[in-house]
């Protein structure tokens, strides 16, 4: 069955450098459009960056544009989220999510992993 892993959370200052990674394993991965999603306690799951396929289409929420790069490796089933400007707002669990449609909104999306958690102090 379909599997994403998320991976490379945890606590980062303000400013800093933080790398998060999707590993995903049961679909072939190049023909799927992938996403990064972010969910902050008491707030709705909000969209942050969305890849295409072969990666020549990359969109970005207006809160983190400028800040976040999302890229793929279509030999190694990975989507990648950086930023090396993480702000407090940022504090979130982020979820990667799979589709063969390139949507905007989390329901667009059929495969989820099951997140992980980003704290950014201040």
């Known amino acids: 069955q379909v599997q994403l892993a998320e991976s490379g959370g945890g606590l980062v200052q303000a400013g800093g450098s933080l790398r998060l990674s999707c590993a995903a394993s049961?679909?072939?991965?190049?023909?799927?459009?992938m996403a990064w999603f972010r969910q902050a306690p008491g707030k709705e799951r909000e969209f942050v960056a969305r890849?295409?396929?072969?990666?020549?289409?990359?969109n970005y929420a207006d809160s983190v544009k400028g800040r976040f790069t999302i890229s793929r490796d279509n030999a190694k089933n990975t989507v990648t989220l950086q930023s090396n400007n993480w702000k407090p707002e940022d504090t979130a669990v982020y979820y990667c999510?799979?589709?063969?449609?390139?949507?905007?909104?989390?329901?667009?999306?059929?495969?989820w992993g099951q997140g992980t958690q980003v704290t950014v102090s201040s």
């Open positions: 890849i295409s396929r072969t990666g020549t289409i990359r």
């Open positions: 999510a799979a589709d063969q449609g390139l949507g905007w909104r989390s329901y667009e999306y059929a495969y």
């Open positions: 049961g679909l072939t991965f190049s023909q799927y459009n």
